[in-house]
């Protein structure tokens, strides 16, 4: 079953990202740390999360 909405929170780190993973935090679109944001399912935000793993915290609703 796939959940409806997805939770996203960007947790704190001591080590900078990767420029890379820099540059696709803003699509999720999460800023700040501690950032909590609710997204609707779909199929590029798992792609997004596997990528950036490491820096984000995630909650099925």
Do not use: E, F, V
Not at 34 to 57: E, F, K, Y
Request: net charge positive; glycine share 0%.
């Amino acid at each position: 079953m796939i959940p409806n909405k997805l939770q996203i929170t960007l947790k704190p780190t001591l080590i900078p990202p990767p420029q890379h993973h820099r540059l696709t935090l803003p699509t999720l679109p999460l800023n700040k740390t501690n950032q909590t944001l609710l997204h609707q399912h779909n199929p590029a935000i798992p792609r997004i999360i596997n990528n950036l793993s490491h820096l984000l915290s995630l909650k099925q609703q």
